[in-house]
């Protein structure tokens, strides 16, 4: 231009911030912003608008504000654009407080917010995880003549969906036909999204089956969010037909499409579908990540397929996925259910090569797969070494340890181990206490141990209709024998000395803990044993196999003392 005798004006330095803005050029933008003052141009509210836009779309948002607060000094007067890339450039940074301190400016600065200035803030607030700020602007912009459009309700939905407020996801969507706001994908996908998170996958279904009487065709964040609502809901067979539907919608799953599939299957118990999926993966030019391998051996795990978990770890390792914290204590899992203490400590044992850092999960697996191998000293060596390599145990860890010492016949360390946890700020649970009672059923101590967890609430359910029925849900074969006996030992005695004589039922269950071939439960097997074992008239009930019924008429007050009272 200066060969030609042409020199840049204002005109012409503005028109090539705006060519650098657009293309993504900040470095460029700024520099030719610097060098006006030597080229004797001045900038005007276009040129800074520019060069912050410019900051915007690079992520720059601490040199977008500091272009903003030269304004002044440069004598130029900044407009809604200014302020409206400004606020952009803080939502793309994350800085949603940034974002309203300009917006809280601008009425002082005498600029007027638009629809752009007011998007850009409310999407700062959705970034942030601010979802009653983000409502509260929403709220505000009629009072300030400033009309919503669909990118206002997006980010909005989207805000309420990462806040997990899916009522209210749902509450601005069905606003928008009365605002005369037009509902478009993005507005599905995050009410989809919303529902998926608040576990409504009825919720989630229905608004795809709405997108078509809508004219809004579905994209592939709309499916994935819609398999990942099945996912979350246990509802495999629906995720999987979501995907079947994808082709014919002309749309092309990604990996996180497959990872949700994947991953349905897994919580349905269909590892042999997990792995087709998987299989299915390179035919569709999908490329599978550690998320799709580790859902595929959390799968195999489930379903007791600890060989086929540790072929897909190694796989992975070929496929140049590098295998993460979850995905070794998937396959470390596997390897407990499947009774491989040895395997399970071997991968614990490469991870720090891997430099894949184990964590309370990684252990309290680990520690499980000793306890299945009646390993107990190995299980509490590891519970030993987790402060060394600063990992946390939890009450899972210690319940696996104290189950370990349970079945090594250690029931000192068991009460121990028990009694250590307060002292760590780790809570009990009701397996903990499960756990120590099976080490110390038949033992006094048992008896106290029974008492104290009882007072401490960990049995709810407990106290049926009366104290005539007792239920024994939730507990342990060694819990469930400690709780019959200080029934019939301090409960019984005194319904037997009432002028009627109760119908005495024990709930036992039926269903989850009965094996298929069984015609009990471990529970029911373990009382029934204790009432048989001393000759207590008692059975099973035909009508419901879940209650064993106990004749009061043939049990004596003393009898029930001197045989289940222990010694004080």
Known sequence: MLGARVVPNQITYNAAISACEKGGQWQLASKLLSLMPEAKVVPN????????SACEKGGQWQLALKLLSLMPEAKVVPNEITYSAAISACDKGGQWQMALKLLSLMPDARVVPNKITYNAAISACEKGSQWQLALKLLSLMPGARVVPNEITYNAAISACEKGGQWQLALKLLSLMPGAKVVPNEITYSAAISACEKGGQWQMALKLLSLMPDARVVPNKITYN??????????????ALNLLSLMPE???????ITYNAAISACEKGGQWQMALKLLSLMPDARVVPNEITYTAAISACEKGGQWQLALK???LMHEAKVVPDQITYSAAISACEKGGQWQLALKLLSLMPEAKVVPNEITYSAAISACEKGGQWQLALKLLSSMPEKRVVPNEITYTAAISACEKGGQWQLALNLLSLMPQLRILPDVVSYNAAMDAVSGMGVGYALF??????GMYPQFWSNSYSTINLHDMSCGAAVLAVRWWLAEVVPHLLSGPTTPKLEVITGWGKSRKDWRTTTDVQDAVFQLLQGYQFPSRIDQNNRGVITIDGRQLKSSELRRLFTPPS
């Open 45 to 52: 509210e276009i040129t800074y608008s520019a060069a912050i």
């Open 225 to 238: 969010a819609a398999i990942s609502a099945c996912e979350k809901g246990g509802q495999w067979q629906l």
């Open 249 to 255: 919608a002309k749309v092309v799953p990604n990996e």
């Open 312 to 314: 897909l770890l190694s």
């Open 451 to 456: 008492r104290k967890a009882f007072g401490l």
